[in-house]
């Protein structure tokens, strides 16, 4: 069974930076499609990242190209997003999510992507104020 742990949210003001971690256990690290979305309350959830462990394949949201890296560790069967310059609208929900089937890492479009991911963590709080 897939399990999913994010660490390191938290409250910041604009202009700064976090790191987001996600532990990845119960299936072989190098075979994920795994990525984070993120939703703020009363919004549908979003996709901000997403990273295939095998090739190091990429892609991101609109909101995070050019400020979020997503990023992998082997060697902890981690994935990290280095979020920069950070926005008051960055504020939200962050959860890691993953999926093992079949397919790409991105079909489509952001939503119907979010729809494959049937591994999710319980997520980490970003708040950044202005």
């Known amino acids: 069974q897939v399990q999913l742990v994010e660490s390191g949210g938290g409250s910041v003001q604009a202009g700064g930076s976090l790191r987001l971690s996600c532990v990845a256990s119960?299936?072989?690290?190098?075979?994920?499609?795994l990525g984070w979305f993120r939703q703020a309350p009363g919004k549908e959830r979003e996709g901000v990242a997403l990273i295939h462990t095998g090739n190091g394949w990429t892609t991101y949201g609109d909101s995070a190209k050019g400020r979020f890296t997503i990023s992998q560790d082997n060697a902890k069967n981690t994935v990290y997003l280095q979020m920069n310059r950070l926005k008051p609208e960055d504020t939200a929900m962050y959860y890691c999510?993953?999926?093992?089937?079949?397919?790409?890492?991105?079909?489509?479009?952001?939503?119907?992507?979010?729809?494959?991911?049937?591994?999710w963590g319980q997520g980490t709080q970003v708040t950044v104020s202005s």
């Open positions: 999510a993953a999926h093992t089937g079949p397919y790409g890492c991105f079909v489509d479009s952001w939503s119907r992507s979010r729809e494959k991911y049937k591994y």
């Open positions: 119960g299936y072989p690290f190098s075979r994920y499609c």
